[in-house]
């Protein structure tokens, strides 16, 4: 395994260790999709994302410039990543390329998913702040 490479400098925002992704899905709106980042790397090379889709909602996504690794927390739906069409489940993990058309239909069971980015996804979008309040002001 190669180790782990270390940033230039620290970091000027504080950066956490870990997080606790039912704490971060509960900050989440229940009745409509939403989503939040919760964590952005120093030097902005990943950041993460959590959402949320209720049961029988449309998924109207576009592609992205980033590449996005899908982790399934809880949920049933199928996701559509180009011609491929793939039923997700909790545990499921799916990578999407960027600019590849994607998206999750046929959601059965409110689906709530943790999205890896690379790099960090553009600014602009929810992000929590230190305290665990909400903000989009990036």
């Known amino acids: 395994m190669r180790p782990t490479t270390r940033a230039p400098g620290p970091s000027p925002r504080p950066v956490p260790d870990a ?3 039912p704490t ?5 709106a229940t009745d409509r999709h939403d989503f939040a980042e919760v964590f952005r790397a ?8 959590v ?12 592609p992205h410039t980033e590449d996005e690794v899908y982790y399934v927390a809880a949920g049933h739906a199928v ?7 793939v039923p997700v489940v909790p545990g499921t993990v799916a990578f999407v390329a960027a600019g590849v058309e994607h ?10 998913v ?3 980015w690379a790099p960090a996804r553009h600014r602009g979008v929810p992000h929590m702040q ?9």
Not at 103 to 112: A, G, P
């Open 19 to 21: 997080l606790d992704l």
């Open 24 to 28: 971060l899905l509960a900050g989440l």
């Open 42 to 49: 120093p030097g902005d090379s990943l950041s993460l994302t």
């Open 51 to 62: 959402a949320r889709w209720p049961a029988g909602s449309a998924d109207d996504q576009q």
């Open 79 to 85: 996701l559509t990543i180009g011609a491929e069409t």
């Open 103 to 112: 998206r999750f239909s046929e959601i059965t069971q409110d689906l709530e």
């Open 114 to 116: 943790l999205v890896f």
């Open 130 to 138: 230190e305290g665990g309040s909400w903000s989009s002001d990036r």
